[in-house]
Antibody, heavy 115, light 109 residues
Framework: EVQLVESGGGLVQPGGSLRLSCAASGFTFSDYWMNWVRQAPGKGLEWLANIKQDGSEKNYVDSVKGRFTISRDNAKNSLYLQMNSLKVEDTALYFC????????WGQGNLVTVSS | QAVVTQEPSLTVSPGGTVTLTCDSSTGGVTSGHYPYWFQQKPGQAPRTLIY???NKQSWTPARFSGSLLGGRAALTLSGAQPEDEAEYYCLLSCGGPWVFGGGTKLTVL
């Protein structure tokens, strides 16, 4: 059974940092690009970043460039999102997603940025 | 980066047909944008219905189809069922980054 399980979210003050993790199982993680997508409460989906199979290529949405860093460890079947300089507007449910065609999604991990 | 636009809401009668569209601020949507369509129900993660304009996942009901129409990506639902009531999002490849549309809330009524 394919599983993507996000962790590392929680409450953080503006300007703070968090590192999200996504543990993958049930498929060959190293075969696929992986993505982070977020959804603010009551809002739509926002694609944030992706990373190539070997980590050699990364892309970001403009709103997080320079603040967020995507990375992966294929030996641990894990995807990461380092989030720095967090803003109130970064409050959202964060999903990891991947597969040939965004086939696999986690259930999301809530990040709340508030003072 | 591009802004991707969808109808905010649409209503379809049970058994009816509806087409949702997806437009890009940078010009017409082409197959090069590799359009995706996702369905999301409350409290659930999104799931892919269509990828690469018109390709279906194994779990995609036959009543859903994807196409390009007049410079936009389109998702057509033929024979709507009550369980199709959901939010639908398109996703376009923009030369590296991807961009979601704002979503269409589809009501089956």
């Amino acid at each position: 059974e394919v599983q993507l399980v996000e962790s590392g979210g929680g409450l953080v003050q503006p300007g703070g940092s968090l590192r999200l993790s996504c543990a993958a199982s049930g498929f060959t993680f190293s075969d696929y690009w992986m993505n982070w997508v977020r959804q603010a409460p009551g809002k739509g989906l926002e694609w944030l970043a992706n990373i190539k199979q070997d980590g050699s290529e990364k892309n970001y949405v403009d709103s997080v460039k320079g603040r967020f860093t995507i990375s992966r460890d294929n030996a641990k079947n894990s995807l990461y999102l380092q989030m720095n300089s967090l803003k109130v507007e970064d409050t959202a449910l964060y999903f990891c997603a991947g597969g040939s065609h965004f086939d696999y999604w986690g259930q999301g991990n809530l990040v709340t940025v508030s003072s | 980066q591009a802004v991707v636009t969808q109808e905010p809401s649409l209503t379809v009668s049970p058994g009816g047909t509806v087409t949702l569209t997806c437009d890009s601020s940078t010009g017409g949507v082409t197959s090069g944008h590799y359009p995706y369509w996702f369905q999301q129900k409350p409290g659930q993660a999104p799931r892919t219905l269509i990828y690469g304009t018109n390709n279906k996942q194994s779990w995609t009901p036959a009543r859903f189809s994807g196409s390009l129409l007049g410079g936009r990506a389109a998702l057509t639902l033929s024979g709507a069922q009550p369980e199709d009531e959901a939010e639908y999002y398109c996703l376009l490849s923009c030369g590296g980054p991807w961009v979601f549309g704002g979503g269409t809330k589809l009501t089956v009524l």
